[in-house]
């Protein structure tokens, strides 16, 4: 039985396996008036960093962590905002969140290590060094954000 479960999550996996697509081609101000827009890109920035981390992990420890570290940052605000978008409880936000955000990484991981063995560097000919700057940009705001309302309070 417990087979038979793993077999079918790795179909199903398969199956949902998500586009990886550019998250830079929009600005602060569309993803703030748009919360399935927002989504999109957190989750997308979530996965990103994940894939980072787990692809240099062993070779680059210390430069792992902080990909590590941004992922963990924003995790909790696409939760968040899935909670709001689909008017859900906390609980299956997080449970949907986080098998979005597992897929994701796995579709980031096999497009970064693709590119890498094509073009001898993970980034090269790719957007993924835009991007990791633009979720960079997105956890900026939000800091910046969070840092406001606390001094406004």
Do not use: W
Not at 78 to 100: C, D, M, P, S, T
């Amino acid at each position: 039985m417990k087979r038979l479960i793993i077999i079918l999550l790795f179909i199903t996996t398969a199956l949902h396996a998500e586009k990886i697509e550019r998250l830079g081609f929009y600005n602060i101000q569309e993803i703030l008036g748009d919360d399935k827009l927002t989504y999109k890109i957190l989750k997308g920035c979530v996965s990103m960093n994940s894939a980072v981390t787990e692809i240099i992990k062993e070779e680059h420890p210390d430069l792992a962590k902080e990909f590590f570290e941004t992922a963990n940052y924003l995790y909790p605000f696409g939760i968040l905002v899935l909670k709001k978008i689909k008017n859900i409880n906390h609980q299956e936000a997080e449970k949907e969140y986080f098998f979005g955000v597992s897929n994701l990484t796995d579709d980031y991981v096999s497009f970064i290590r693709e590119n890498g063995a094509a073009n001898k560097s993970f980034f090269k000919g790719t957007f993924l060094g835009d991007d990791l700057n633009f979720c960079n940009e997105i956890r900026g705001a939000i800091e910046v954000s969070i840092s406001h309302s606390k001094k406004i309070e």
